[in-house]
């Protein structure tokens, strides 16, 4: 079962960014679609972005259009979240996922797709 680590998140004010990655015990990257979802407390989780296999498409939250930019880099097994013009809406507990069963192309940003969960990295904005 491949395993997935989050790292990167902390506390910034409004306006600041943050780099999340997420580091896959194998490589994952050729074969699965790979996502970021955050939470906030009393929230449902939510779908923030998507990157399809191959790493050539990937597909965002209407909320962090222009703002946040998924990528991936394969020699490092390692996913990535960049975050710029943070809002204090976008505070919550950010998860790396993985759909290996390939239902995330019918609904790339359904957390119920996504099978392998990382624990998680909490990220707080400021105003």
């Known amino acids: 079962q491949v395993q997935l680590v989050e790292s990167g998140g902390g506390s910034v004010q409004a306006g600041g960014s943050l780099r999340l990655s997420c580091t896959a015990s194998?490589?994952?990257?050729?074969?699965?679609?790979m996502a970021w979802f955050r939470q906030a407390p009393g929230k449902e989780r939510e779908g923030v972005a998507v990157?399809?296999?191959?790493?050539?498409?990937?597909d965002y939250f209407d909320s962090v259009k222009g703002r946040f930019t998924i990528s991936q880099d394969n020699a490092k097994n390692t996913l990535y979240l960049q975050m710029n013009s943070l809002k204090p809406e976008d505070t919550a507990m950010y998860y790396c996922a993985a759909d290996s069963r390939g239902g995330c192309y019918y609904t790339p940003l359904k957390s119920a797709i996504y099978n392998i969960w990382g624990q998680g990295t909490q990220v707080t904005v400021s105003s």
């Open positions: 990157i399809y296999p191959g790493g050539g498409r990937a």
């Open positions: 194998e490589y994952t990257f050729s074969r699965y679609c």
